[in-house]
């Protein structure tokens, strides 16, 4: 069982759509969460960064973080063709910098 | 304002070849990684330094070797390349805060 699971999509949906996108974890130790977005053939980028259970938001985004069910959460409100990419989940220890990557889940919006 | 600059952006290599994949940060960071990405897999870690001087294993290190050879450089070799390491490798550089992860555009290998 990887440490991390996401699941891999594709998932497609209309412009203006809520979109969920999920990571579980197993590990319980994992403190730092992060959501990477990736377009074709380029380097992931930093989206969004938590380090506790709750809600972060920026903008049309929000992150949310529940480690009782080891399960974290990235909400795009809103979404724009321009936001077709893969979203990466990560996470890393608190003692660490070693980012463990969940499998990405590939988003197209259609306009 | 460069980031992370990895070369080459593409390599062929015949089985059984050698070469170093390049990296390096311009932004002071402590933390460099070598990551590959291959479909279905997702990112996995295959070294790590955590600061100039020093390196560890990550999830994959099998048929790598790396140098951290000063705060900005951070090399992968590949000693005698294989079939199954054709893929995309990335580099990547962060702060202790960890909220300053920044990846490079990524090296596409394909082994022959």
């Known amino acids: 069982q990887k440490e991390v699971e996401q699941d891999p999509g594709p998932l497609s949906v209309p412009e203006g759509a809520i979109v969920s996108l999920n990571c579980t974890y197993s590990?319980?130790?994992?403190?730092?969460f992060m959501w990477y977005r990736q377009y074709s053939r380029k380097g992931p980028e930093l989206l969004m960064y938590t380090y506790s259970s709750g809600n972060k938001e920026d903008g049309r985004f929000t992150a949310q973080v529940d480690k009782s069910s080891k399960y974290i959460s990235l909400f795009i409100r809103d979404s724009q063709p321009s936001d077709s990419a893969t979203y990466l989940c990560a996470m890393t220890l608190y003692n660490t910098d070693k980012l463990i990557f969940g499998t990405g889940t590939r988003l197209q919006v259609f306009p | 304002n460069a980031g992370v600059t990895q070369t080459p952006k593409f390599q062929v290599l015949k089985t059984g070849q050698s070469m170093t994949l390049q990296c390096a940060q311009d932004m002071n960071h402590n933390s460099m990684y070598w990551y590959r990405q291959d479909p279905g897999m997702g990112l996995r870690l295959i070294y790590y330094s955590a600061s100039e001087g020093t390196t560890d294993k990550g999830e994959v290190p099998n048929g790598y070797n790396v140098s951290r050879l000063n705060k900005r450089e951070f090399s992968l070799r590949l000693e005698s390349a294989a079939p199954s390491q054709t893929s995309v490798y990335f580099c990547?550089?962060?702060?202790?805060?960890?909220?300053?992860?920044?990846f490079g555009q990524g090296t596409r290998l394909t082994v022959v």
């Open positions: 990547a550089s962060s702060e202790a805060d960890r909220e300053s992860a920044f």
């Open positions: 590990n319980s130790a994992f403190q730092y």
